[in-house]
């Protein structure tokens, strides 16, 4: 397990990070969780900037898409052992890399806040250096991906997308999305309507792929 290259001045604060609302409406991480994903968004943004020079606004975006997104998070959340650690109601099974997601991005927020910005930056880039560097290409999301696919293979057309009615809690419900193209479907389901079209993309890719 990885151990986080911080000590907390304030112990509640990553006490209040592991707190999801699921289990307290009004003393969670919510708050904590939003500032934490626009630290994470700037030292990513300014650790790419510095990596990879010569790469245009569009290939940095995606590398930037791909290394926020709440698959990696959630893997991320993991090596740090988090998945035992937070608090949460009960949920299914599509939204426990969404917990974890939010409850890294949680951290961050509490070490900003505890520490200042550039120790919180040292932190995110000291695990994130090593996720920059594995993909010399920047990747394509799903959905591009897919489009890419489709309009070269089929003439130009484009993949269907169709939202399902979503399942589960109101208050914490996953969302179903299926997409269409070239005689096929996936399903793809997530803790919100772009995810759940970003898994449907993956999915039919890999169909399609075959």
Partial sequence: MRKLNYNFKDKGLFDLALVQSGV???HNN????????RVLGLSVAGLLYEMYPNESEGELARRHAMLVST??????????GLDKLVRHGHMTAGRVQHVLADAMEAVFGA??????FDVAQSVIVDVWRDLAAMDVVAPKDPKT???EFV???????????????????????????R????????????????AASIAA??????????
């Fill in 24 to 26: 307290d409406s009004v």
């Fill in 30 to 37: 919510e708050r904590l969780e939003f500032i934490g994903d």
């Fill in 71 to 80: 698959e990696t998070l959630g893997r991320v959340a993991r090596e740090f």
């Fill in 111 to 116: 070490i900003y806040l505890d520490g200042g």
């Fill in 145 to 147: 991906a897919l489009q």
């Fill in 151 to 177: 309009q070269q293979a089929d003439s130009g057309n484009l993949p269907v997308y169709e939202y399902l009615e979503p399942t589960g809690a109101s208050h914490s419900p996953t969302f179903n999305v």
């Fill in 179 to 194: 997409v269409s193209a070239m005689g096929h479907s996936a399903m793809g389901v997530g803790a919100s309507k772009k």
């Fill in 201 to 210: 993309a993956d999915a039919l890719l890999k169909i399609l792929a075959i």
